[in-house]
Protein backbone atom coordinates (compact mmCIF):
# COMPACT_ATOMS: atom_id res chain seq x y z
CA UNK A 1 0.00 0.00 0.00
CA UNK A 2 1.62 3.46 -0.63
CA UNK A 3 1.61 5.98 1.74
CA UNK A 4 -0.90 8.76 0.87
CA UNK A 5 0.37 11.85 -1.15
CA UNK A 6 4.08 10.58 -0.81
CA UNK A 7 6.17 14.12 -1.65
CA UNK A 8 9.14 13.16 -2.86
CA UNK A 9 11.94 16.09 -3.82
CA UNK A 10 14.78 15.40 -5.85
CA UNK A 11 17.50 18.01 -5.34
CA UNK A 12 19.15 17.89 -8.74
CA UNK A 13 18.43 17.23 -12.50
CA UNK A 14 21.61 15.30 -13.41
CA UNK A 15 22.17 11.84 -13.99
CA UNK A 16 20.92 11.27 -10.76
CA UNK A 17 18.23 13.49 -10.50
CA UNK A 18 16.55 12.57 -13.81
CA UNK A 19 16.91 8.83 -13.61
CA UNK A 20 15.46 8.25 -10.39
CA UNK A 21 12.85 10.82 -11.54
CA UNK A 22 12.16 9.01 -14.46
CA UNK A 23 12.16 5.50 -12.87
CA UNK A 24 9.83 6.75 -10.12
CA UNK A 25 7.44 8.07 -12.14
CA UNK A 26 7.14 4.97 -14.01
CA UNK A 27 7.26 2.68 -10.68
CA UNK A 28 4.23 5.34 -8.84
CA UNK A 29 2.78 5.83 -12.36
CA UNK A 30 -0.98 4.44 -11.46
CA UNK A 31 -0.40 5.81 -7.67
CA UNK A 32 0.57 9.66 -9.24
CA UNK A 33 -2.38 9.05 -11.46
CA UNK A 34 -4.58 8.80 -8.76
CA UNK A 35 -3.06 11.55 -6.15
CA UNK A 36 -1.19 9.55 -4.47
CA UNK A 37 2.45 10.42 -4.66
CA UNK A 38 4.14 13.71 -6.03
CA UNK A 39 7.97 13.98 -7.57
CA UNK A 40 9.18 17.69 -7.43
CA UNK A 41 12.46 18.10 -8.99
CA UNK A 42 14.43 21.09 -8.35
CA UNK A 43 17.07 22.04 -10.70
CA UNK A 44 18.94 25.19 -11.89
CA UNK A 45 18.80 24.34 -15.32
CA UNK A 46 15.38 22.33 -17.10
CA UNK A 47 17.48 19.74 -18.96
CA UNK A 48 20.06 17.43 -17.99
CA UNK A 49 23.57 17.68 -19.20
CA UNK A 50 25.33 14.26 -20.58
CA UNK A 51 28.48 14.98 -20.01
CA UNK A 52 30.46 12.69 -21.79
CA UNK A 53 29.96 14.95 -25.07
CA UNK A 54 30.97 17.84 -23.35
CA UNK A 55 34.46 17.59 -25.26
CA UNK A 56 32.66 16.58 -29.06
CA UNK A 57 30.38 19.81 -28.53
CA UNK A 58 33.28 21.68 -27.82
CA UNK A 59 34.60 20.72 -31.05
CA UNK A 60 31.39 21.15 -32.92
CA UNK A 61 31.05 17.66 -33.27
CA UNK A 62 27.63 17.59 -32.23
CA UNK A 63 25.52 20.42 -31.24
CA UNK A 64 25.10 21.76 -28.27
CA UNK A 65 21.33 21.32 -28.06
CA UNK A 66 21.97 17.66 -28.54
CA UNK A 67 23.95 17.12 -25.79
CA UNK A 68 21.29 17.98 -23.35
CA UNK A 69 17.70 16.29 -22.31
CA UNK A 70 15.29 18.68 -21.83
CA UNK A 71 13.37 17.49 -18.11
CA UNK A 72 10.02 18.56 -19.13
CA UNK A 73 10.08 16.42 -21.95
CA UNK A 74 11.32 13.21 -20.22
CA UNK A 75 9.54 14.29 -17.20
CA UNK A 76 5.87 14.88 -17.81
CA UNK A 77 4.38 13.66 -14.51
CA UNK A 78 6.63 15.42 -12.17
CA UNK A 79 6.97 18.93 -11.19
CA UNK A 80 10.10 20.54 -12.67
CA UNK A 81 11.47 23.74 -10.63
CA UNK A 82 14.07 25.77 -11.98
CA UNK A 83 15.90 27.11 -8.95
CA UNK A 84 18.56 26.13 -6.66
CA UNK A 85 18.03 24.22 -2.99
CA UNK A 86 20.32 26.21 -0.53
CA UNK A 87 19.74 24.82 2.67
CA UNK A 88 18.10 21.30 3.97
CA UNK A 89 16.58 21.13 7.18
CA UNK A 90 16.01 17.42 7.16
CA UNK A 91 15.27 16.88 10.91
CA UNK A 92 11.94 19.26 9.60
CA UNK A 93 11.32 17.82 6.34
CA UNK A 94 12.06 21.07 4.52
CA UNK A 95 14.13 22.44 2.25
CA UNK A 96 15.18 26.45 1.28
CA UNK A 97 15.18 27.29 -2.22
CA UNK A 98 15.74 30.09 -4.63
CA UNK A 99 13.89 30.33 -8.11
CA UNK A 100 13.67 32.94 -10.52
CA UNK A 101 10.94 34.78 -9.74
CA UNK A 102 12.29 34.58 -5.97
CA UNK A 103 14.60 36.66 -7.16
CA UNK A 104 12.55 38.95 -9.65
CA UNK A 105 9.89 39.24 -6.31
CA UNK A 106 12.81 39.90 -4.01
CA UNK A 107 10.86 37.73 -1.64
CA UNK A 108 13.54 36.00 -0.20
CA UNK A 109 13.95 32.29 -0.32
CA UNK A 110 11.13 29.58 -0.30
CA UNK A 111 10.71 26.77 1.97
CA UNK A 112 9.33 23.63 0.29
CA UNK A 113 7.93 20.68 2.78
CA UNK A 114 8.77 16.75 1.70
CA UNK A 115 7.94 13.15 2.89
CA UNK A 116 10.89 12.04 1.17
CA UNK A 117 14.28 13.47 -0.15
CA UNK A 118 16.95 12.62 -2.98
CA UNK A 119 19.95 14.26 -2.67
CA UNK A 120 21.70 14.64 -6.08
CA UNK A 121 23.11 17.66 -6.20
CA UNK A 122 26.80 16.28 -8.04
CA UNK A 123 29.69 18.06 -7.67
CA UNK A 124 31.79 20.89 -8.64
CA UNK A 125 35.04 21.92 -9.55
CA UNK A 126 37.69 21.37 -7.22
CA UNK A 127 40.28 24.47 -7.26
CA UNK A 128 43.02 25.06 -5.46
CA UNK A 129 43.92 28.88 -4.09
CA UNK A 130 46.50 29.48 -7.27
CA UNK A 131 46.82 33.46 -8.11
CA UNK A 132 44.72 34.27 -11.00
CA UNK A 133 42.56 31.16 -11.05
CA UNK A 134 39.70 32.54 -10.26
CA UNK A 135 40.33 36.10 -12.65
CA UNK A 136 41.35 34.05 -15.65
CA UNK A 137 40.25 29.93 -15.72
CA UNK A 138 37.44 28.24 -17.00
CA UNK A 139 36.09 24.84 -15.64
CA UNK A 140 34.84 22.47 -18.16
CA UNK A 141 31.45 20.74 -16.45
CA UNK A 142 28.70 22.40 -18.02
CA UNK A 143 27.38 22.72 -21.69
CA UNK A 144 27.96 26.76 -21.66
CA UNK A 145 31.93 26.11 -20.54
CA UNK A 146 32.13 23.59 -23.53
CA UNK A 147 30.88 26.06 -26.34
CA UNK A 148 31.92 29.23 -24.49
CA UNK A 149 36.27 27.69 -24.65
CA UNK A 150 35.20 26.40 -28.44
CA UNK A 151 34.21 30.16 -29.08
CA UNK A 152 36.78 31.14 -27.63
CA UNK A 153 39.64 28.66 -29.21
CA UNK A 154 38.48 29.96 -32.71
CA UNK A 155 38.84 33.99 -31.72
CA UNK A 156 42.23 33.22 -30.40
CA UNK A 157 43.31 31.98 -33.79
CA UNK A 158 41.51 34.76 -34.87
CA UNK A 159 43.43 37.24 -33.03
CA UNK A 160 47.04 35.43 -33.49
CA UNK A 161 45.93 35.78 -37.53
CA UNK A 162 45.03 39.91 -37.43
CA UNK A 163 47.92 41.05 -34.60
CA UNK A 164 51.23 42.17 -35.41
CA UNK A 165 52.36 42.13 -32.06
CA UNK A 166 54.56 38.59 -31.56
CA UNK A 167 53.96 38.64 -27.95
CA UNK A 168 50.18 39.19 -28.77
CA UNK A 169 50.25 36.57 -31.63
CA UNK A 170 52.09 33.53 -29.32
CA UNK A 171 49.82 34.33 -25.94
CA UNK A 172 46.77 33.93 -28.11
CA UNK A 173 47.65 30.22 -29.21
CA UNK A 174 48.78 29.08 -26.17
CA UNK A 175 46.53 26.60 -24.77
CA UNK A 176 47.34 25.37 -20.86
CA UNK A 177 44.68 22.55 -19.55
CA UNK A 178 45.04 21.42 -16.09
CA UNK A 179 43.99 18.27 -14.89
CA UNK A 180 44.42 15.03 -17.08
CA UNK A 181 41.56 13.29 -15.83
CA UNK A 182 38.41 12.31 -18.34
CA UNK A 183 37.45 16.12 -18.63
CA UNK A 184 40.86 17.43 -19.37
CA UNK A 185 42.20 14.92 -21.62
CA UNK A 186 39.16 14.87 -23.51
CA UNK A 187 38.77 18.59 -24.35
CA UNK A 188 42.27 18.96 -25.43
CA UNK A 189 42.53 16.32 -27.70
CA UNK A 190 39.11 17.40 -29.20
CA UNK A 191 40.19 20.92 -29.35
CA UNK A 192 43.59 20.73 -30.04
CA UNK A 193 41.96 18.12 -33.17
CA UNK A 194 39.33 21.07 -34.09
CA UNK A 195 41.83 23.64 -34.09
CA UNK A 196 44.75 21.99 -35.93
CA UNK A 197 41.78 21.44 -38.67
CA UNK A 198 41.04 24.70 -38.70
CA UNK A 199 44.26 26.32 -39.28
CA UNK A 200 43.87 24.65 -43.07
CA UNK A 201 41.48 27.76 -43.58
CA UNK A 202 43.73 30.76 -42.09
CA UNK A 203 46.66 32.05 -44.19
CA UNK A 204 48.80 33.14 -41.84
CA UNK A 205 48.45 30.15 -39.17
CA UNK A 206 49.71 26.76 -39.23
CA UNK A 207 49.46 23.37 -36.79
CA UNK A 208 52.83 24.09 -35.45
CA UNK A 209 52.21 27.83 -34.33
CA UNK A 210 49.69 26.05 -31.78
CA UNK A 211 51.12 25.26 -28.60
CA UNK A 212 48.86 23.10 -26.40
CA UNK A 213 50.19 22.25 -22.77
CA UNK A 214 48.70 19.68 -19.89
CA UNK A 215 49.42 19.89 -16.61
CA UNK A 216 49.13 16.79 -14.18
CA UNK A 217 50.41 16.82 -10.58
CA UNK A 218 50.31 13.19 -10.39
CA UNK A 219 52.80 10.78 -12.65
CA UNK A 220 50.18 9.49 -14.79
CA UNK A 221 47.27 10.63 -17.02
CA UNK A 222 43.54 8.70 -17.67
CA UNK A 223 43.46 6.43 -15.03
CA UNK A 224 40.43 5.50 -15.69
CA UNK A 225 41.62 3.34 -18.66
CA UNK A 226 44.55 1.71 -16.80
CA UNK A 227 48.27 2.49 -16.70
CA UNK A 228 49.25 0.84 -19.87
CA UNK A 229 46.52 2.92 -21.95
CA UNK A 230 47.36 6.04 -19.85
CA UNK A 231 50.75 5.87 -21.06
CA UNK A 232 49.82 5.27 -24.68
CA UNK A 233 47.92 8.32 -24.12
CA UNK A 234 50.74 10.07 -23.34
CA UNK A 235 52.62 8.85 -26.17
CA UNK A 236 49.80 9.61 -28.54
CA UNK A 237 49.65 13.26 -27.05
CA UNK A 238 52.76 13.95 -27.17
CA UNK A 239 52.92 12.63 -30.98
CA UNK A 240 50.67 15.17 -31.72
CA UNK A 241 53.18 18.22 -30.18
CA UNK A 242 51.20 18.42 -27.03
CA UNK A 243 53.56 19.32 -24.60
CA UNK A 244 52.22 16.45 -21.51
CA UNK A 245 54.14 17.65 -18.09
CA UNK A 246 53.49 15.13 -15.66
CA UNK A 247 54.57 15.47 -11.88
CA UNK A 248 53.81 19.10 -12.48
CA UNK A 249 51.59 21.75 -10.92
CA UNK A 250 50.10 25.38 -12.18
CA UNK A 251 51.56 27.70 -9.79
CA UNK A 252 49.84 30.57 -10.97
CA UNK A 253 48.23 32.25 -13.74
CA UNK A 254 47.97 36.16 -12.78
CA UNK A 255 48.79 38.65 -15.07
CA UNK A 256 47.86 36.20 -17.90
CA UNK A 257 50.83 33.82 -17.28
CA UNK A 258 50.74 30.24 -16.65
CA UNK A 259 53.65 29.74 -13.89
CA UNK A 260 54.35 25.99 -13.04
CA UNK A 261 56.15 23.89 -10.77
CA UNK A 262 59.13 22.94 -12.88
CA UNK A 263 59.62 27.16 -13.85
CA UNK A 264 58.04 26.89 -16.81
CA UNK A 265 56.21 30.48 -17.80
CA UNK A 266 53.70 30.38 -20.91
CA UNK A 267 52.03 33.78 -21.52
CA UNK A 268 48.40 32.79 -22.46
CA UNK A 269 45.09 33.72 -22.61
CA UNK A 270 43.88 30.40 -21.86
CA UNK A 271 43.60 28.33 -18.73
CA UNK A 272 40.96 25.32 -18.60
CA UNK A 273 40.83 23.38 -14.97
CA UNK A 274 39.70 20.36 -14.80
CA UNK A 275 41.87 19.19 -11.55
CA UNK A 276 39.30 17.05 -10.19
CA UNK A 277 35.45 17.95 -8.57
CA UNK A 278 34.53 17.95 -4.61
CA UNK A 279 31.41 17.37 -3.74
CA UNK A 280 28.56 20.21 -3.87
CA UNK A 281 28.92 22.78 -0.86
CA UNK A 282 24.87 22.38 -0.71
CA UNK A 283 25.38 19.54 1.80
CA UNK A 284 27.79 21.62 3.43
CA UNK A 285 24.07 23.71 4.09
CA UNK A 286 22.21 20.11 5.72
CA UNK A 287 21.88 18.46 8.99
CA UNK A 288 22.67 15.37 7.17
CA UNK A 289 25.93 13.53 7.85
CA UNK A 290 29.25 13.85 5.55
CA UNK A 291 32.20 12.14 5.15
CA UNK A 292 35.38 13.80 5.97
CA UNK A 293 35.74 14.78 2.12
CA UNK A 294 32.28 16.16 1.92
CA UNK A 295 30.07 13.18 0.36
CA UNK A 296 26.93 12.48 2.17
CA UNK A 297 27.76 9.38 3.92
CA UNK A 298 25.04 6.51 2.52
CA UNK A 299 24.39 2.91 3.16
CA UNK A 300 24.64 0.33 0.40
CA UNK A 301 20.75 0.66 0.11
CA UNK A 302 21.23 4.28 -1.05
CA UNK A 303 19.83 5.72 1.87
CA UNK A 304 21.18 8.19 3.84
CA UNK A 305 23.06 6.61 7.14
CA UNK A 306 21.82 6.99 10.48
CA UNK A 307 18.20 9.25 9.08
CA UNK A 308 14.88 8.06 8.12
CA UNK A 309 13.44 9.14 4.59
CA UNK A 310 16.59 10.51 2.79
CA UNK A 311 18.51 9.10 -0.06
CA UNK A 312 21.53 10.10 -1.83
CA UNK A 313 23.53 8.55 -5.16
CA UNK A 314 26.54 9.57 -7.37
CA UNK A 315 28.76 12.04 -7.39
CA UNK A 316 27.66 13.92 -4.21
CA UNK A 317 26.82 10.27 -1.92
CA UNK A 318 29.92 8.34 -1.05
CA UNK A 319 28.46 4.45 -1.58
CA UNK A 320 30.10 1.91 -0.15
CA UNK A 321 31.66 -0.63 -2.27
CA UNK A 322 30.89 -3.73 -2.19
CA UNK A 323 32.61 -4.97 -5.07
CA UNK A 324 36.08 -3.67 -3.91
CA UNK A 325 36.74 -6.75 -1.38
CA UNK A 326 37.55 -4.25 1.74
CA UNK A 327 35.96 -2.02 4.08
CA UNK A 328 35.66 1.87 3.30
CA UNK A 329 35.86 1.87 -0.44
CA UNK A 330 33.27 4.10 -2.32
CA UNK A 331 31.91 3.99 -5.81
CA UNK A 332 34.05 6.43 -7.64
CA UNK A 333 32.05 9.94 -9.24
CA UNK A 334 31.52 8.66 -12.52
CA UNK A 335 28.43 8.38 -14.73
CA UNK A 336 28.41 4.66 -15.14
CA UNK A 337 28.12 3.87 -11.09
CA UNK A 338 25.74 7.22 -11.08
CA UNK A 339 23.05 6.20 -13.42
CA UNK A 340 22.76 2.36 -12.12
CA UNK A 341 22.44 3.86 -8.63
CA UNK A 342 19.77 5.87 -9.42
CA UNK A 343 17.58 3.17 -10.93
CA UNK A 344 18.10 1.27 -7.86
CA UNK A 345 17.59 4.51 -6.06
CA UNK A 346 14.10 4.92 -7.60
CA UNK A 347 12.80 1.67 -7.28
CA UNK A 348 13.95 1.22 -3.88
CA UNK A 349 11.81 4.58 -2.57
CA UNK A 350 9.00 2.99 -4.52
CA UNK A 351 10.05 -0.44 -2.64
CA UNK A 352 9.99 1.43 0.92
CA UNK A 353 6.91 3.18 0.04
CA UNK A 354 5.38 -0.12 -0.04
CA UNK A 355 6.73 -1.16 2.68
CA UNK A 356 8.76 -4.09 0.40
CA UNK A 357 12.59 -4.78 1.53
CA UNK A 358 15.57 -2.67 0.06
CA UNK A 359 18.05 -3.89 -2.04
CA UNK A 360 21.85 -2.74 -2.07
CA UNK A 361 24.25 -1.58 -4.79
CA UNK A 362 27.19 -3.54 -6.23
CA UNK A 363 28.43 -2.46 -9.65
CA UNK A 364 32.26 -3.79 -10.45
CA UNK A 365 33.20 -0.94 -12.81
CA UNK A 366 33.76 -2.46 -16.24
CA UNK A 367 36.40 -0.02 -17.12
CA UNK A 368 36.13 3.06 -19.81
CA UNK A 369 36.43 5.03 -22.78
CA UNK A 370 37.75 7.87 -24.00
CA UNK A 371 37.86 9.90 -27.21
CA UNK A 372 41.00 11.75 -28.11
CA UNK A 373 39.86 13.66 -31.00
CA UNK A 374 38.52 12.36 -34.35
CA UNK A 375 39.12 8.88 -35.34
CA UNK A 376 41.78 8.41 -32.33
CA UNK A 377 40.27 7.15 -28.69
CA UNK A 378 41.53 5.02 -26.32
CA UNK A 379 39.59 2.22 -24.39
CA UNK A 380 39.68 -0.17 -21.37
CA UNK A 381 36.40 -2.23 -21.10
CA UNK A 382 35.83 -5.66 -19.72
CA UNK A 383 39.68 -6.45 -19.20
CA UNK A 384 40.31 -5.18 -23.31
CA UNK A 385 42.25 -2.96 -24.42
CA UNK A 386 41.40 -0.46 -27.47
CA UNK A 387 43.36 2.07 -29.23
CA UNK A 388 42.79 4.39 -32.37
CA UNK A 389 40.25 3.96 -34.59
CA UNK A 390 38.32 0.99 -33.28
CA UNK A 391 38.57 2.70 -29.53
CA UNK A 392 37.29 6.01 -30.88
CA UNK A 393 34.39 3.86 -32.99
CA UNK A 394 33.60 2.21 -29.63
CA UNK A 395 33.68 5.66 -27.38
CA UNK A 396 31.00 6.79 -30.02
CA UNK A 397 28.90 3.34 -29.97
CA UNK A 398 28.82 3.39 -26.10
CA UNK A 399 27.50 6.95 -25.33
CA UNK A 400 25.18 7.07 -28.80
CA UNK A 401 23.52 4.00 -26.90
CA UNK A 402 23.67 5.61 -23.17
CA UNK A 403 22.50 9.31 -24.13
CA UNK A 404 18.76 9.47 -23.00
CA UNK A 405 15.97 9.09 -24.99
CA UNK A 406 15.35 8.24 -28.69
CA UNK A 407 15.27 11.89 -30.15
CA UNK A 408 18.67 12.59 -28.58
CA UNK A 409 20.50 9.19 -30.27
CA UNK A 410 18.72 9.80 -33.21
CA UNK A 411 19.99 13.84 -33.62
CA UNK A 412 23.66 12.94 -32.94
CA UNK A 413 23.68 10.26 -35.21
CA UNK A 414 22.57 12.43 -37.68
CA UNK A 415 24.66 15.06 -37.02
CA UNK A 416 28.08 12.28 -37.34
CA UNK A 417 26.74 11.29 -40.61
CA UNK A 418 26.28 14.72 -41.73
CA UNK A 419 29.63 15.97 -40.47
CA UNK A 420 31.00 12.93 -42.14
CA UNK A 421 29.98 13.75 -45.52
CA UNK A 422 31.11 17.99 -45.41
CA UNK A 423 33.30 19.87 -43.98
CA UNK A 424 33.74 20.35 -40.07
CA UNK A 425 32.20 23.63 -38.82
CA UNK A 426 34.88 25.66 -37.77
CA UNK A 427 33.08 28.97 -36.71
CA UNK A 428 33.08 30.86 -33.50
CA UNK A 429 29.68 32.43 -32.48
CA UNK A 430 30.72 33.77 -29.87
CA UNK A 431 28.67 36.92 -30.26
CA UNK A 432 25.98 34.83 -29.12
CA UNK A 433 26.56 35.62 -25.99
CA UNK A 434 26.25 39.24 -26.49
CA UNK A 435 22.78 39.48 -27.86
CA UNK A 436 22.69 43.16 -27.51
CA UNK A 437 26.11 44.56 -28.18
CA UNK A 438 25.59 45.87 -31.60
CA UNK A 439 21.92 47.14 -31.04
CA UNK A 440 23.11 48.82 -27.74
CA UNK A 441 26.15 50.50 -29.72
CA UNK A 442 23.59 51.18 -32.67
CA UNK A 443 21.90 53.26 -30.24
CA UNK A 444 24.57 55.24 -28.83
CA UNK A 445 25.65 53.58 -26.27
CA UNK A 446 27.92 51.37 -24.93
CA UNK A 447 28.47 47.45 -25.29
CA UNK A 448 27.45 46.56 -21.43
CA UNK A 449 29.20 43.42 -21.34
CA UNK A 450 31.95 43.60 -23.52
CA UNK A 451 34.11 40.75 -25.15
CA UNK A 452 37.24 40.23 -22.88
CA UNK A 453 39.18 38.18 -24.79
CA UNK A 454 39.17 35.75 -21.49
CA UNK A 455 37.11 32.82 -21.78
CA UNK A 456 35.41 33.40 -18.58
CA UNK A 457 33.99 36.50 -20.10
CA UNK A 458 33.93 34.98 -22.92
CA UNK A 459 34.66 35.93 -25.89
C1 LIG B 1 33.54 16.67 -19.39
C2 LIG B 1 33.12 15.47 -18.60
C3 LIG B 1 33.18 14.21 -19.18
C4 LIG B 1 32.80 13.07 -18.47
N1 LIG B 1 32.88 11.85 -19.08
C5 LIG B 1 32.53 10.75 -18.40
C6 LIG B 1 32.61 9.48 -19.02
O1 LIG B 1 33.00 9.36 -20.18
N2 LIG B 1 32.23 8.39 -18.29
C7 LIG B 1 31.79 8.50 -17.00
O2 LIG B 1 31.47 7.48 -16.38
N3 LIG B 1 31.69 9.69 -16.38
C8 LIG B 1 32.05 10.82 -17.05
N4 LIG B 1 31.96 12.04 -16.43
C9 LIG B 1 31.47 12.12 -15.03
C10 LIG B 1 29.93 12.11 -14.96
O3 LIG B 1 29.38 13.03 -15.86
C11 LIG B 1 29.46 12.40 -13.53
O4 LIG B 1 30.02 11.42 -12.67
C12 LIG B 1 27.93 12.36 -13.41
O5 LIG B 1 27.39 13.45 -14.10
C13 LIG B 1 27.46 12.40 -11.94
O6 LIG B 1 26.06 12.45 -11.89
P1 LIG B 1 25.31 13.27 -10.75
O7 LIG B 1 23.84 13.12 -10.98
O8 LIG B 1 25.83 12.90 -9.41
O9 LIG B 1 25.74 14.78 -10.98
P2 LIG B 1 25.37 15.71 -12.23
O10 LIG B 1 25.08 14.93 -13.44
O11 LIG B 1 26.44 16.74 -12.29
O12 LIG B 1 24.01 16.39 -11.76
C14 LIG B 1 23.91 17.30 -10.68
C15 LIG B 1 22.70 18.17 -10.92
O13 LIG B 1 22.37 18.88 -9.74
C16 LIG B 1 22.09 20.24 -10.07
N5 LIG B 1 22.34 21.06 -8.89
C17 LIG B 1 23.52 21.52 -8.44
N6 LIG B 1 23.32 22.27 -7.34
C18 LIG B 1 22.01 22.27 -7.08
C19 LIG B 1 21.22 22.89 -6.06
N7 LIG B 1 21.75 23.64 -5.10
N8 LIG B 1 19.88 22.69 -6.11
C20 LIG B 1 19.34 21.94 -7.08
N9 LIG B 1 20.05 21.35 -8.07
C21 LIG B 1 21.37 21.49 -8.05
C22 LIG B 1 23.07 20.50 -11.21
O14 LIG B 1 22.71 21.63 -11.96
C23 LIG B 1 22.92 19.21 -12.00
O15 LIG B 1 21.80 19.27 -12.83
C24 LIG B 1 32.33 13.20 -17.13
C25 LIG B 1 32.25 14.47 -16.54
C26 LIG B 1 32.64 15.59 -17.25
C27 LIG B 1 32.55 16.95 -16.60
Known amino acids: MVKERARILVVGGGYVGMYTALRLQRQLRQEIGRGEAEITVVTPDPYMTYQPFLPEAAAGAVSPRHVVVPLRHVLPHCRVVVGEVTAIDHARRTATLTTLATDEEGTGPRRLTYDELVLAPGSVSRTLPVPGLADHAIGFKTVEEAIGLRNHVIEQMDIASSTRDPAIRDAALTFVFVGGGFAGVEALAELEDMARYTTRYYHNVEPEDLKWILVEASDRILPE ?166 AWFMHRAYHLSRIPTFNRKARVLAEWTLSGLFKREIVSLGSLEHPRAEFELAAGGKPSDESSGDPKGSS
Not at 317 to 322: I, K, S, T, Y
Request: charged letters at 25%; glycine letters at 10%.
Open 225 to 390: VGEDMGRYTVSELRRRNIDVRLGTRLESCADRVAVLSDGARFPTRTVVWTAGVKPHPVLAASDLPLTERGRLKCTPELTVEGVTHAWAAGDAAAVPDLTAGRPGAYTAPNAQHAVRQAKLLGDNIARSLRGEPLRTYAHAYVGSVASLGLHKGVAHVYGRKLKGYP
